[in-house]
């Protein structure tokens, strides 16, 4: 072979050498965005482009994912009723965040105004996302019905937003407590009967968190068998089916208005005879962690657990 | 000539003795037959045992044998209010509705013609939704607020259509039609900014209920507005009846017609609040039972009204207690089974006796 020829291979392989290495060393550099193709819980398909820097949050669920994947600084518009990790009224008020008003059916307007280049709806907000699509704005819809939806939706918020190692991660954990809570409870010799008031004469029936949370924590739901997720129940329905455990939503219980406190309930006429009045189990639990589609659910399950299995999880 | 149907509408309203006895025997039986309708299974007899156990003599018969204390329990302290509760709402929604159907001279009048229903409504919401809060006497701010305002807004209606000491029906209607749309419009304000946790307890009560009035104390709440309303409505029956012949006729026959309509105004407002603070809104039966009874009694209001009374009593227990057993355990709204089940009856019996109905 030629002299010059082995001098020509000899530096072709050189260069492809550094380039190859220059490649190589510029790809672990740039941090590859993995937000790529995502399908929400709507079925609708969307592609990013690039990491998303401006993001409006349209219900408080999204607001609670979005900061504990760590996106939190990238968030520029959140609802009124965001009230969790942050309080974000106090920040509206000093300048430090946006609000773009009611979770249910906002106005497009002080959304776009803002400028995102992704918004996360609800089913809530599903009026506003056909105009905000058509004005070319990229919006996912978050819509889970159980909790097994709630950890996809985490994982699909981690990649959209560019934080998807943090949200394996959250994901992981809070599967990991669900599922050991789930485990303990199953162990468990008994299965107590649980009422749990969404507001007087109301409870939460089948398919909804609180029913399933109730199960998970090793309960039985007393209105699992009626006919609508938020049934009106009677009195004496609560009466008859005689539950154990009795837990009530902070948000009306105690309220000067609805005049009733938890020692009122006992008082209620009949309710004497019922297990949970007589032995005193009667709960109040922050609405907010038992009904919003968050990451909070899982420390609503942990409560849950303590007020059913006190004897496995220790008293709430 | 008188046609067939003229003479067999007139022979109907001659026997509107024999009706009002058949009425409130069908009453006495639904008010019964109510009680047996619940979650709780509890034989027939033993309801009927444990009521008889309630009245004193009766008391020494009945051996309390093997009744459950739980069953005597939901029978008295829970079913028999919300039955008594249902009777008391239904009568004052239907006697109302014959009251505002004389005064207005309109068939389209019911209880919440001038603004009764939106009233109670911005008062419950504003309860529910803010937070508002009365507290008398252990009667919740929600019954307190939603009665007031029911209240105000008819006072407040009346006083804005009046005209010099007169007050036209007409006037009446046209500004209860825009008060309406304007607290709607605060109403519809507060479901939009309500958190969805409190937004349950609003729609649930707009929806009407009679489910939050299974204790004694919802009946002593409003028994006395609804016996007293119903008194002075009968009391003016006969002016009701003056009325309907136009108020320069009235007039003329010697009816005080501002002092009489004013007097009938209130005691509706008054029925139909205390009604609406308990249970919500429950539609239909306002608007239809006096039509339907009407149809059965003729229009002489002083049988009207109080037979309206009787019928619309029925009809709401028959409503409620389908309301308890439909849908397992839980419950379905009673306003939709009102309305599902009295406007098919109304329009057969409309289409029926069509040649006999005046208003």
Redesign the interface.
């Known amino acids: 072979m030629e002299k010059s020829v082995k001098y020509v291979l000899a530096t072709l392989i050189i260069v492809v050498l550094v380039v190859a290495v220059y490649a190589y060393i510029a790809h672990q550099g740039v941090d590859e965005f993995e937000g790529g193709d995502l399908v929400d819980d709507m079925g609708y398909s969307l592609t990013l482009t690039s990491p998303p820097e401006r993001i409006v949050s349209l219900a408080p669920s999204n607001t609670e994912i979005l900061f504990a994947v760590g996106a939190g600084d990238k968030v520029v518009g959140v609802t009124?009723?965001c009230n969790y990790p942050y309080d974000f009224a106090a920040w509206v008020e000093a300048g430090n965040m946006t609000s773009i008003g009611?979770?249910?059916?906002p106005s497009v307007e002080p959304i776009v105004v803002l400028d995102p280049d992704l918004v996360l709806a609800s089913k809530?907000s599903v009026d506003a996302v056909a105009s905000l699509r058509n004005l070319g704005v990229n919006v996912l819809v978050l819509d889970a019905k159980n909790i097994s939806g709630v950890l996809r939706d985490i994982l699909l918020i981690g990649r959209a937003a560019d934080r998807y190692s943090e949200a394996v991660a959250l994901e992981s954990d809070l599967r990991q407590k669900i599922d050991a809570i789930a485990n303990q409870a199953a162990d468990a010799t008994s299965t107590p009967k649980v009422y749990h008031e969404?507001?007087?004469?109301?409870?939460a029936?089948p398919e909804t968190f609180i029913d399933e949370l109730i199960t998970l924590a090793g309960g039985e739901n007393?209105?699992h068998?009626?006919?609508?997720r938020?049934?009106?129940?009677?009195?004496?329905?609560v009466?008859?089916?005689n539950p154990d455990i009795m837990v009530f939503?902070d948000?009306?219980m105690g309220?000067?208005?609805?005049?009733?406190t938890m020692e009122d309930v006992k008082n209620?006429?009949?309710w004497e005879?019922i297990s949970a009045v007589q032995t005193d189990a009667i709960y109040e639990i922050n609405?907010?962690i038992i009904?919003r589609a968050g990451p909070r659910l899982a420390d609503a399950l942990e409560t849950l657990a303590k007020m059913i299995h006190p004897e496995i999880f220790g008293q709430p | 000539m008188k046609t067939d149907s003229e003479i067999a509408h007139l022979r109907r309203v001659s026997h509107w003795k024999l009706y009002l006895a058949v009425l409130l025997i069908v009453f006495g039986i639904v008010f019964v037959l109510s009680l047996n309708l619940g979650y709780a299974h509890i034989p027939f007899s033993d309801i009927l045992t444990i009521l008889a156990k309630q009245v004193p003599i009766l008391d020494n018969l009945v051996g309390s044998s093997n009744i459950l204390p739980k069953h005597e329990v939901i029978i008295v302290q829970i079913r028999l209010p919300r039955v008594i509760c249902g009777a008391l709402v239904g009568a004052a929604l239907a006697a109302a509705g014959v009251t505002y159907q004389g005064i207005f001279r309109n068939p389209m009048a019911d209880p919440y013609v001038i603004g009764a229903s939106t009233g109670a409504s911005l008062g419950a919401a504003l309860v529910i939704v803010l937070g508002v809060g009365v507290s008398l006497l252990g009667v919740n701010s929600l019954q307190i607020l939603a009665f007031v305002g029911s209240l105000i807004t008819v006072l407040l209606v009346y006083n804005i259509s009046r005209v010099g000491s007169r007050v036209p029906v007409t006037t009446l209607l046209l500004t209860g039609i825009a008060v309406s749309l304007f607290q709607n419009a605060i109403v519809t304000f507060l479901k939009v900014i309500a958190e969805e946790s409190l937004l349950h307890g609003l729609v649930f009560w707009i929806i009407g209920s009679l489910a939050p009035t299974e204790s004694w104390d919802k009946v002593w709440a409003i028994l006395p507005f609804i016996l007293i309303g119903t008194a002075v409505a009968y009391l003016y029956s006969r002016d009701l009846n003056i009325l309907a012949l136009g108020e320069d006729q009235a007039q003329h026959l010697g009816v005080e017609i501002e002092k009489v309509k004013t007097i009938l105004l209130v005691s509706g407002a008054l029925m139909t609040a205390a009604a609406v603070s308990i249970s919500g809104l429950i539609g239909f039966v306002g608007l239809i039972i006096p039509h339907l009874t009407r149809v059965l009694v003729g229009p002489d209001h002083r049988v009207l009204l109080p037979t309206s009374a009787i019928v619309g009593a029925s009809f709401l227990m028959i409503c409620d207690a389908l309301s308890r057993v439909v849908m397992g355990s839980g419950e379905a709204p009673v306003g939709v089974i009102t309305a599902l089940s009295g406007a098919p009856f109304f329009i057969y019996l409309l289409r029926r006796k069509r040649k006999g109905y005046t208003v």
């Open positions: 009124n009723f009611s979770f249910k059916n809530q969404v507001y007087p004469s109301m409870s029936g007393i209105f068998d009626a006919s609508t938020y049934p009106t129940v009677s009195s004496e329905a009466i008859e089916k939503p948000k009306y309220r000067e208005q609805f005049s009733e209620r006429p009949g005879l609405s907010d009904s």
